[in-house]
């Protein structure tokens, strides 16, 4: 039987269904073209039939789905291609954009032996379009993202908060036992922010934290993490650097603050302290007793009189 003269099963009832069905014989070669495919693609089913999918859809490759075809027409075996990993099976353009960039129908597309009354064999197609779901489900991945993005995140500064920082650290805490890289951990803190708050108001305390905040994170490397700590204190955390390097970098923020204007202050309006603490997987400890350590440099550095960093200078202990 001619490809032109193949019906597909109960053709009148598969017209009807909201799926696109067709017919393959073992060449390839398309046998039954049902209507929601010629409306999805524009091609009508006289011009589809006698055609393989290479004719009708040029650049057309799909590996997965001549493996498929070849397990059904050896073993009779149905087969599935989920839209997780192949996406689509012919490319049908969507009316609308979609979701995050989806123009081409989403598909579901099961495969099955079909055996005709001359005893030819065909491969039966279905495609359900699953474009909808995939975009809900999208959205819901993306608003769980963002949620917990924003649960990560200080309002205020839209810095990384405590809550973030604490898991970010144990894991990397971990890494660093394993790849033997220190981490240097920075605890900056505004100097006299209660008194700019009582002198110019909360409005203004609440610019100069964010000032603030834009102008250390610019002076950070990407792989770098910066909390708000709480209040106007912050952290600063530098993977694979050491007890000298963090030092240093602290005199550089601190020398950056003291020469900006920050808020509506001129230069020197605010300044910062800093105490320094270094992670040494040679000596391993807890993520609380390095934030203690670098808090307690901290302190010393306000009692030295506050615009400087403690430990002023590296002492030795892990290089």
């Known amino acids: 039987m001619k490809p032109e003269a193949m019906l597909l099963p109960g053709s009148d009832i598969v017209d009807m269904l909201p799926l696109g069905v067709f017919l393959l014989d073992e ?45 059904v027409f050896t073993n009779g075996s149905p087969q599935i291609l989920s ?6 099976l012919i490319p049908i353009k969507i009316k609308v954009m979609g979701y995050h960039g989806i123009s081409l129908m989403q598909q579901k597309v099961q495969i099955s032996l079909f055996v005709a009354a001359n005893e030819l064999r065909l491969a039966l197609i279905s495609i359900v379009d699953v ?24 309002a205020l500064t839209g810095l990384y908060n405590r809550r973030f920082m604490n898991e970010w650290l144990d ?14 951990c920075l605890v900056l803190d505004i100097d006299h922010f209660k008194m700019i708050n009582d002198t110019f108001g909360h409005q203004l ?51 950056s603050v003291r020469s900006t204007s920050i808020g509506t202050l001129p230069a020197g309006g605010v300044t910062c302290s800093a105490g320094v603490a270094v992670y040494d997987p040679k000596m391993p400890c807890s993520s609380e007793l390095l934030l203690s350590q670098a808090d307690a440099q901290l302190y010393q550095a306000k009692r ?6 403690f430990p002023s200078r590296h002492l030795g202990s892990a290089d």
Do not use: M
Request: include cysteine; charged fraction near 25%; hydrophobic fraction near 40%.
């Open 171 to 184: 894991q990397r805490l971990k890494e660093s036992r394993s790849i033997q890289h220190p981490i240097a």
């Open 83 to 88: 839209q997780a990993l192949n996406q689509y």
């Open 131 to 154: 474009t909808e779901n995939v975009i809900r489900s999208q959205a819901l991945s993306d608003a769980a993202r963002s949620l917990k993005e924003s649960n990560n995140r200080d």
């Open 205 to 255: 305390g609440d610019q100069v934290l964010q000032d603030f905040s834009l102008l250390i994170a610019g002076r950070l490397r990407d792989c770098d993490v910066f909390v708000r700590y709480g209040g106007e204190e912050f952290v600063v955390l530098l993977v694979k650097c050491t007890l000298a390097g963090g030092i240093a970098r602290a005199q550089e923020l601190i020398k």
């Open 27 to 71: 060449s390839g070669v398309v046998c039954g073209w049902n209507t929601w495919l010629a409306d999805k693609t524009g091609i009508v089913r006289q011009e589809a039939l006698g055609k393989t999918l290479q004719q009708l859809f040029p650049g057309f490759d799909k590996p997965r789905f001549t493996w498929a075809l070849q397990e």
């Open 304 to 309: 030295n009189g506050r615009d400087c960093v």
